[in-house]
């Protein structure tokens, strides 16, 4: 690991990071102790059980990331223990997620990256369900897409002249559908519902947005 890969001006969050509140510059310590200790610094978005980091980041279970403590005092030192690639979808989604190992676990191996699932959602989709997916907050997600979904149809329904009249009143009467589904159906499946009833606004309403 490179002792420090940035300029004098300091790391710089990349497309993903620079999408979530909240981050913060951490310094990530490999080999911490020993005379071998190499240290880089990142930005990293940080929760009580994981942190996130941008998808080029080098780190390894078994690392230490250190962080300012905002009780005050000494810096605070959370070690890496699952290490999870997630490189699915556009490429401003691709992140690496840490789990933070608890008193006494041992570090686990670096998790694969998951089948890539979703790549053909609607844009639409994609572009609200992107942070609280990255979050791990997918009900977060699955509201917010039939929200804006509930309200293009709307702005849609209302355009005067607004050709394919029948197969907006069919995409309404599926995310009516589809309401009571949203506590308990996967979040793949509505996002991909979700999906579908956008592209048929596409092509019953091409001015109301493209595809």
Known sequence: MPANPFSAEGPKPGPFLARLPHRQVVRILRGAGTPAEASTEVWAHVQETSGYFDPDTLIEPGDVVELDD?????????????VDQHRTGARYLH????????????????????????????????AVAAA??????????????????????????????????????????????LAPLVPTAPA???????????????????EAGSR
């Not at 905002?70 to 699952?82: E, F, K, M, N």
């Not at 509930?150 to 607004?162: K, M, N, P, V």
């Open 70 to 82: 905002p009780a005050g005092g000494s810096r605070r030192r959370l070690l890496a223990g699952a």
């Open 95 to 126: 992140h690496v997620k840490v789990r933070w190992a608890v008193d006494g676990e041992a570090p686990g191996p670096t998790a694969s990256p998951p089948a890539p699932p979703g790549d053909d959602l609607h844009p639409r989709v994609r």
């Open 132 to 177: 609280p997916l990255a979050d791990d907050r997918p009900e977060v997600a699955v509201r917010d897409v039939v929200d804006a979904l509930e309200a293009r149809l709307a702005d849609a329904a209302a355009a005067d002249g607004a050709p394919g009249a029948t197969d907006l009143a069919t995409a309404t009467a599926l995310l009516r559908a």
């Open 188 to 206: 793949a499946e509505v996002l991909a519902t979700a999906s579908l009833l956008h592209r048929m606004i596409d092509a019953a309403a091409p």
